[in-house]
């Protein structure tokens, strides 16, 4: 076992695919407790380990209490992308939406913009908006085509206009 908290936890989750939901949870709380409850980083990961057991309500209001505490520059915008999706899986569109477009603003051309873009559209295509969802993904997956970037992104604007 590692002495590093986020070693550990980094175990964690390099396993979570062979252990229940709730083992999950029990063992990412094990780590959470031995922070301050006041802890940005362990609140985002216990929010992080209910949002893999499908725990959404109960991930939500950790995932609020990390980002009003502060977290870092990584994992400021891993949370704002789960928080986001965590609501649009509560049923809720409008709070997502926003939070991943003000994300958008905030990361234009980094490597939060795709995976920001990605919840976005299905942020969207939730609302209703299925053609802006699908805009919004073809503008993203854009700058990874070997070809066609410009293409696409015409393509993109001209779904937005009609």
Known sequence: MHDNWRDRVADIWSNAASMSDGDVVTAI???VAERLSDDAEALFEAAGARDYAGLEAEAEPLYRRALEIGLDATRRPQ???QLASTLRNLGHTAE???LLEQQLHEHPDDEWTGPSAAFLALALTSRGDATQGV???LMALADYLPLY???V???AAELLAD
């Open 29 to 31: 709380d094990a780590l």
């Open 96 to 98: 997502p939406i926003a």
């Open 149 to 151: 970037q410009r293409s």
């Open 153 to 155: 992104r015409s393509y």
């Open 79 to 81: 949370a704002v992308i």
């Open 135 to 137: 805009a919004v993904a």
